[in-house]
């Protein structure tokens, strides 16, 4: 159960200056914020409709209530689904990057 087995995980970049060709992106592991934005995208109905069409997480201002309500549904439903994830202090981007002798329970194996 190797990530280089599992159909979740690609290689790093293959710079030899760089040390991502080392390791490989784990896909199962997600950032959080790409949690919210799937939120954001199965919100629907009379309350948030056209309003989300096209917004992001930032578009809610600090303190609001749509903010509090989008927190509170990540937080109460999705994350608790979550195996696991990954996040960074500014909540912009951040990955799993693994060798590709680690394993995991998530493992499943590539096709073919």
Same mark, same amino acid.
């Given at each position: 159960?190797?990530? $280089?087995?599992?159909?979740?995980? %690609?290689?790093?970049?293959? $710079?030899?200056?760089?040390?991502?060709?080392?390791?490989?992106?784990?896909?199962?592991?997600?950032?959080?914020?790409?949690?919210?934005?799937?939120?954001? %995208? %199965?919100?629907?109905?009379?309350?948030?409709?056209?309003?989300?069409?096209?917004?992001?997480?930032? $578009?809610?201002? %600090?303190?609001?209530q749509q903010r509090y309500e989008l927190r509170k549904k990540v937080e109460n439903n999705t994350l608790r689904e979550m195996p696991a994830y990954v996040t960074d202090a500014s909540d912009y981007d951040a990955t799993l990057w693994t060798k590709p002798d680690f394993g995991c329970v998530l493992h499943e194996p590539k096709d073919g």
């Open positions: 159960m190797r990530c $280089d087995t599992c159909k979740h995980w %690609e290689p790093g970049p293959s $710079d030899p200056c760089y040390w991502s060709h080392l390791f490989g992106r784990c896909g199962r592991i997600v950032h959080q914020e790409a949690v919210r934005a799937k939120v954001l %995208e %199965e919100i629907g109905g009379p309350k948030w409709g056209p309003m989300l069409k096209g917004t992001t997480w930032a $578009d809610f201002p %600090e303190g609001s």
